[in-house]
């Protein structure tokens, strides 16, 4: 399984970014893929799950106002649409997928992407 992010960058305070996770070698049909972010000097984090089975979705309760994550089934790919960012949105933001639900926890998740920088500039 290889997952490719991609969609990061600079952006001000207040912008909106989309991410994108391109997802292949296997079928995801029951799959669970999320997003986790780790920023400079701390630990990394969760941002969002969803399941591939039927679309649903968690989300990290500070992010959850202005994050949506979403699939493309035929496509195999993951999105997540940032709205109103701030410096504190700075980090590598990391695809995952999981043959599991779509946990909260990033030992549940059996393969990565590499990472896509975010910064947000204030």
């Known amino acids: 399984v290889q997952l490719q992010a991609s969609g990061g960058g600079l952006v001000q305070a207040g912008d909106s970014l989309s991410l994108s996770c391109a997802a292949s070698g296997r079928t995801f049909s029951n799959f669970a893929m999320a997003w986790f972010r780790q920023a400079p000097g701390k630990e990394r984090e969760f941002v969002a799950a969803?399941?591939?089975?039927?679309?649903?979705?968690r989300y990290a309760n500070s992010m959850k106002a202005r994050f949506t994550i979403s699939k493309d089934g035929a496509e195999n790919t993951l999105y997540l649409q940032m709205n109103s960012l701030t410096p504190e949105d700075t980090a590598v933001y990391f695809c995952?997928?999981?043959?599991?639900?779509?946990?909260?926890?990033?030992?549940?998740?059996?393969?990565w992407g590499q990472g896509t920088l975010v910064t947000v500039s204030s």
């Open positions: 969803i399941s591939w089975i039927d679309s649903s979705t």
């Open positions: 995952a997928a999981s043959t599991r639900g779509p946990s909260v926890y990033d030992y549940m998740y059996t393969y």
